[in-house]
């Protein structure tokens, strides 16, 4: 009974999980951006109270978003249980990982521009905006495959979700830093995976294991 419940239970706190990531990262990527269009360049930038404000807001948004995801990456893993791949299982946990600390790391860098003093604050801007956009995404990347491969692997995810994984992780690894807003395609491919498993609609799973 109570392994019925777990079973049921697990997809279900996957897909609320990755909705509220998605929610909780898409607003504070809008709320930076918003507040620092330039994003890492000019170094002789000031920034008002309007924007310490949203910047304050983005950073009080991500600890809960890193929660959800951690969240995320646990109940998706479960989904795998036996059958999962060691070494692929190894790569999804590390980007995971990886990703939510970069991800801390790049809050705390821009809480730097919280200072109350009105000089410019390059340092903290440009290393907040390196460690998001260039190595938090990347590790998003890593993480996207290997969820899809995972998914296609254990027929998890129809190819549809399978094909949208590959294109939003190359687009993380390939174009990062280079087009603004790209921060979002990682909360887009989560909010979708997380509705389809809310759904339901789930295809066929694998078939028993080979014998050993």
Known sequence: MNRTHEHL???????????????????????????????AGG????????QRSAVQSALALLPFAGIAFLWFMGALRTQAGEHEDRFVSTVFLGSGFVFVATLFASAAAAGTVLDESQQPLPFGRHFAYSLLTTYAMRMAAVFIFTTSAIGRRLGLFPRPLVVLGYLAGLTLLVVGADLPWSELVFPAWALIVGLYILSGRHPAGPGPAAPA
């Open 43 to 50: 170094d002789d930038i000031t920034v008002d109270a309007g």
């Open 9 to 39: 239970g697990t997809p279900r706190a996957a897909g609320i999980a990755g909705v509220v990531f998605a929610i909780l990262m898409a607003a504070a990527i809008v709320l930076v951006r918003l507040a620092l269009p330039g994003g």
